[in-house]
């Protein structure tokens, strides 16, 4: 195991990551004028992630203390707003009314909460990713219940919010097990320094690739070509 989730390992992957989150970026501004409404705020959701990650690495390299956690305290509000927007004109029919509002509500006023009182803004907002990474799934498993229930035939290889959909669902799926597998390592009194390390670049790793697999998503949801159909009112 060690040949394969080793540092150099974790550096490859990282180096790949760093310019792969650009790619969907890219094919986003050329494809632009021809997004659907839905693919437009995937753009949005890919860009933001691509800037949080370029300004992640820059804060980390300037700040005197290598701190760069305030910056997630600014995306995680972000993106659960961009990807609650897209969701609500997708799902709003099948839950009860004024509930996305409502999560919204419940969500920012947690947000603003734990960054203020429990996380400060130079510690990783652990709690509200651990949120947003339960409300994306269910959103993801929301709107795979809402396919089922049509009565029309759609075909999904053309649909972007259904690759989206799969990305996020493995994503934040893996996102809660990797909080499990940390937090259980937190208990454990490893055999040597060696084996702890090992833990913390296995955990790396994995977080990695499934931000490669998230970001594949992305790039598939913004190259598909959705039929033109009368689109829901997005708000």
């Known amino acids: 195991m060690s040949e394969l989730f080793n540092e150099s390992t974790r550096s490859l992957m990282v180096a790949i990551y760093g310019w792969y989150v650009f790619v ?3 094919v ?8 659907n409404k839905p693919q437009v705020l995937i753009f949005y959701i890919t860009l933001l992630s691509g800037l949080n990650h370029l300004a992640s690495k820059i804060v980390r390299s300037v700040a005197t203390d290598h701190n760069n956690a305030w910056v997630f305290h600014v995306y995680v509000p972000l993106i659960f707003w961009l990807t609650w927007r897209l969701y609500k004109a997708e ?8 509930f996305f509002n409502l999560l919204l509500g419940v969500c920012f006023s947690f947000f603003i909460v ?3 009182f429990i996380q400060d803004l130079k510690t990783v907002p652990s709690n509200g990713i651990f949120v947003i990474s339960g409300v994306f799934i269910m959103f993801g498993f929301s709107y795979f219940y809402s396919l089922l229930k049509q009565t029309q035939f759609k075909s999904l290889e053309k649909e972007p919010v259904f690759w989206f959909t799969s990305g996020v669902i493995m994503y934040y799926s893996s996102t809660i097990l990797i909080f499990l597998l940390v937090f259980s390592n937190l208990e454990v009194s490893y055999r040597s320094l060696e084996e702890e390390k090992l833990a913390t670049v296995i955990v790396s790793i994995l977080n ?6 998230l970001v594949t ?18 708000s």
């Open 208 to 213: 990695v690739f499934f931000n490669l697999v």
């Open 28 to 35: 986003g501004l050329i494809f632009f004028k021809k997004l």
């Open 114 to 116: 734990n960054s203020l």
């Open 24 to 26: 969907p970026v890219l």
């Open 91 to 98: 799902l709003e029919k099948i839950f009860f009314r004024g």
């Open 217 to 234: 998503s992305y790039l598939i949801a913004l190259w598909v070509k959705p039929p033109r159909l009368v689109l829901n009112n997005f």
